[in-house]
């Protein structure tokens, strides 16, 4: 198989974490006899620095002619002040690819419950999604001004957007464990009401997938309380965010946590939920994982390449069931020794 893929490796512990992504699609090519494509664009603070803007034309022609993107992450202390920020950037390339269904699997193994803060008990068996609504709400609505004095930020939600990012994810339970619990602050947002009237319409669609509702704070709890109760969960953008971190905890690190973004039609995008991690950028600390869990992602769903996707996924589970990991997770391996371990494994085990 040959696939043509943009590296956006961005800023901070981006360009770390997409070294070990490059090296790990590399040996797939090797011990299966791929082709890929790997070609970097400009993006974030360093397409600032470059050429001015964080999300140059030329990195959005290469991203729309890909067959897929993966992107490290963006931001740090250097350009908050700038007029251009990264994170602007990062929100037009989702607009762009109108990859309005961002997917972040909560996995947590038998073998790597300890790696978790929480108590084993409660994290065992964890096994859900978070459904994020990627391209609407506060991020994108307007108006959205600050002055001196006041400032403003808008939440809206068309019927489409919250109907065809709700469907996303009963289509997903319905592969998996047929429940879907919709996320929402419909006791006191009209952008919350509408999204549940939408979501109770939709679940008319699928009879064989149960639907609950949840209030974000209600879900904020539950989320570390009895995590186990969750399969599918589908949300606004902004909850998403903030409940996606959270649920990282579940797995002992935000450097855990992979996501795929999804449009109807065109190249998807992956990248971990983490931040470009400035405390520790440069430092070869940055935990690979949440970064090659990506790449997984993108060989199963972009490519159909299951087998890849596994072995990928099982070295990882081996790497860490062995007692390897770095420095967030309480271990001493850097991101390069780390995907040695990796890497290596996954000659093994073909
Ligand atoms: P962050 O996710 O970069 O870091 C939060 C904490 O988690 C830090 O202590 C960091 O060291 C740790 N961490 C994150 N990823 C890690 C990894 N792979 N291995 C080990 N430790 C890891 O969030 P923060 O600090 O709030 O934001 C830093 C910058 O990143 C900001 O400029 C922010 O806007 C940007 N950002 C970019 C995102 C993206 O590109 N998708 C997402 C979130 C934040
Ligand atoms: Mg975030």
């Known amino acids: 198989m040959e696939k043509r893929v943009v590296c956006l490796a961005g800023d901070g512990i981006g360009p770390e974490v997409m070294q070990s992504a490059k090296r790990v699609l590399q040996v797939v090519e090797r011990l299966y006899q791929h082709k890929f494509h790997l070609q970097d664009e400009l993006f ?22 890909s067959d897929a993107v993966l992107l490290g992450a963006v931001g740090g202390p250097r350009w908050d002040q700038a007029a251009e920020r990264p994170e602007k950037g990062l929100l037009a390339l989702r607009k762009a690819l109108n990859v309005f269904a961002n997917v972040r699997p909560v996995q947590v193994d038998e073998a790597a419950a300890h790696l978790s803060p929480l108590r084993e008990e409660i994290v065992k068996g964890v096994n859900f999604v978070v459904v994020r609504e990627l391209t609407g709400g506060i991020y994108f609505s307007f108006p959205k001004e600050r002055t001196a004095e006041q400032a403003t930020d ?4 068309t019927r489409r957007e919250i109907e065809r990012i709700v469907e ?20 006191v947002l009209e952008s919350s009401k509408l999204w549940r009237e939408v979501a109770i319409e939709v679940s008319a669609r699928y009879p064989d997938v149960e639907l609950e509702h949840l209030l974000v704070d209600a879900a904020a709890m539950e989320l570390i309380r009895r995590p186990s109760r969750f399969d599918v969960i589908v949300t606004e953008n902004l909850f998403g965010d903030i409940l996606s971190d959270e649920a990282s905890v579940l797995t002992g690190s935000l450097g855990m946590l992979p996501s795929s973004s999804h449009s109807e039609s065109g190249p998807a995008l992956y990248e971990p939920i983490h931040g470009s991690a400035p405390d520790i950028a440069g430092q070869g600390k940055a935990n690979p994982v949440a ?16 087998a890849e996707a596994q072995a990928v996924e099982n070295a990882i589970a081996a790497v860490l069931k062995a007692g390897h990991s770095t420095a967030d997770l309480g271990g001493t391996e850097t991101t390069v020794s780390f995907t040695d371990r990796v890497v290596q494994t996954m000659e093994e085990q073909v």
């Open 44 to 65: 974030g603070g360093a397409a600032i620095d470059e050429a001015g803007q964080p999300f140059p034309a030329r990195t959005l022609a290469a991203c729309l002619a």
């Open 154 to 157: 808008t939440l809206t939600y």
């Open 168 to 187: 996303y994810a009963f289509r997903l339970a319905q592969s998996r464990g047929r429940k879907v619990t919709s996320i929402d602050k419909a006791n």
């Open 291 to 306: 970064m090659l869990r990506s790449v997984a992602m993108m060989l199963e769903q972009s490519f159909g390449l299951e």
